[in-house]
């Protein structure tokens, strides 16, 4: 059994914030994937379900962010998993808007849900870090994350939830790969085939064909022409 683990903060007061991406992720992933109802247990809400191979439990910590690691703690312990089950979805201030990365262990750089994760199940867990840029000077970071998407990152934002819906089931089968890939095809697309090619910058040389001089005579000319 795996568990995702999406970081954000309770009720429709925060429902849009940038600091709640992770709860938005696992919100998609649940709709499209059809995973039962959610439900109110271990101080979040849950819903259970599959993914390629695997038995998945989505969690959605309803203790505020700095507190989520409790509720992933009791998650854990009930089911017996180890902290190398466990796949968090957060926000990432130090990745541009759009941007996603799968990282296994390492800091929490200072986020506030990982903090508490870290205390909770050690920092052995998998991160799916999800870009929100950065508002530019740390004394705005607070007012920054606790804010709505702006209207002009919707396009954007439907893009990375819609691909980390499509390679789920790769996540849950651990291969990050393939996640990965499958998220790129939504936020980073392969150029269509029926855009132009770009134009060759160092054209081959072509070399025509001199004929050769005749150096006939007229009258050989004349002959040769009558044979």
Same mark, same amino acid.
């Given at each position: 059994?795996?568990?995702?683990?999406?970081?954000?903060? =309770? !009720?429709?007061?925060?429902?849009?914030?940038?600091?709640?991406?992770?709860?938005?992720?696992?919100?998609?992933?649940?709709? &499209?994937?059809?995973? #039962?109802?959610?439900?109110?247990?271990?101080?979040?809400?849950?819903?259970?379900?599959? +993914? #390629? !191979?695997?038995?998945? *439990?989505?969690?959605?910590?309803?203790?505020?962010?700095?507190?989520?690691?409790?509720?992933?703690?009791?998650? $854990?312990?009930?089911?017996?998993?180890?902290?190398?089950?466990?796949?968090?979805?957060? &926000?990432? *201030?130090?990745?541009?808007?759009?941007?996603?990365?799968?990282?296994?262990?390492?800091? /929490?750089?200072? %986020?506030? !849900?990982?903090?508490?994760?870290?205390?909770?199940?050690? =920092?052995?867990?998998?991160?799916?870090? +999800?870009?929100?840029? /950065?508002?530019?000077?740390?004394?705005?970071?607070?007012?920054?994350?606790?804010?709505?998407?702006?209207? @002009?990152?919707?396009?954007?934002?439907?893009?990375?939830?819609?691909?980390?819906?499509?390679?789920? /089931?790769? *996540?849950?089968? !651990?291969?990050?790969?393939?996640? $990965?890939?499958?998220?790129?095809? %939504?936020?980073?697309?392969?150029?269509?085939?029926?855009?132009?090619?770009?134009?060759?910058? %160092?054209?081959?040389?072509?070399?025509? @064909?001199?004929?050769? =001089?005749?150096?006939?005579?007229?009258?050989?000319?004349? *002959?040769?022409?009558?044979?």
């Amino acid at each position: 059994m795996k568990l995702f683990v999406g970081l954000g903060n =309770p !009720g429709s007061k925060y429902a849009r914030n940038r600091h709640n991406i992770g709860f938005m992720a696992l919100e998609r992933v649940a709709e &499209d994937h059809g995973f #039962g109802p959610w439900k109110s247990k271990f101080q979040a809400e849950i819903s259970e379900g599959r +993914l #390629g !191979g695997q038995k998945v *439990l989505l969690l959605k910590p309803q203790t505020f962010m700095n507190r989520s690691g409790q509720s992933v703690g009791e998650a $854990m312990r009930f089911y017996k998993l180890d902290s190398t089950d466990v796949t968090v979805f957060h &926000d990432e *201030l130090d990745l541009a808007p759009g941007k996603v990365r799968v990282k296994a262990g390492g800091g /929490h750089a200072g %986020h506030n !849900g990982l903090r508490s994760i870290h205390e909770h199940i050690s =920092p052995a867990y998998d991160r799916v870090r +999800l870009g929100i840029g /950065h508002p530019g000077r740390k004394e705005m970071v607070s007012p920054y994350v606790l804010s709505d998407f702006a209207k @002009a990152d919707a396009d954007w934002l439907d893009n990375v939830l819609r691909g980390i819906s499509d390679g789920a /089931h790769h *996540l849950a089968d !651990g291969e990050s790969g393939k996640f $990965m890939n499958a998220v790129a095809l %939504h936020t980073a697309p392969p150029r269509s085939s029926k855009e132009p090619a770009k134009t060759d910058t %160092h054209p081959k040389t072509t070399v025509e @064909a001199v004929p050769e =001089p005749d150096e006939r005579s007229t009258m050989q000319k004349l *002959l040769d022409k009558f044979k």
